[in-house]
């Protein structure tokens, strides 16, 4: 399991800037992701108060990347669509928890985006973006260890031999 914490400010100086946060994980992987909020982006801002206040993360295919058309090393686009999204209560110390249990991005595409925004007030706000890599496991979803048929060959009379690893 892969334990990522991250700090986000609620006010920021510009509100044109947006705080990305790129994260590359086997597709297999699974995820603990521990977001503390504080009050803005100066350096001794307090941990944010935002009674009754929730957090939401929400993944999606990157069809397109950034430009329009963009194909990833040629790998072309998928169609729209929110892949996972999570909706959770802010603790008492303005700390959200999001989790996603092994294997659950194993059937999305290799390269994801992500957003995170909280509710509070009647109001909600995106305080981070980001790209979720994902890269092909050779582990399998069960973590025993053995390495997934990637090639596969066929024999001279037509069968197929997973013999062959990566």
Not at 74 to 88: H, I, N, Q, T, Y
């Amino acid at each position: 399991m892969t334990d990522i914490s991250v700090t986000l400010p609620v006010q920021r100086r510009s509100p044109l800037y947006i705080p990305r946060r790129d994260i590359a994980l086997a597709a297999t992987d699974s995820l603990s992701l521990l977001v503390s909020l504080v009050e803005s982006d100066d350096p001794d801002a307090p941990p944010a108060s935002l009674p009754g206040a929730s957090a939401t993360m929400t993944v999606w295919n990157d069809q397109w990347g950034y430009w329009s058309g963009c194909w990833d090393y040629g790998r072309g686009g998928w169609p729209g669509g929110v892949l996972w999204s999570d909706a959770v209560a802010l603790s008492s110390e303005s700390v959200a928890e999001f989790f996603l249990p092994i294997a659950t991005m194993s059937g999305w595409p290799l390269r994801t985006l992500w957003a995170l925004s909280v509710e509070f007030s009647g109001t909600s706000t995106m305080i981070s973006t980001g790209r979720l890599h994902l890269t092909p496991s050779l582990i399998n979803a069960t973590g025993s260890g053995v390495p997934s048929p990637l090639i596969l060959d066929a024999d001279p009379d037509g069968h197929m031999d997973s013999n062959y690893h990566v």
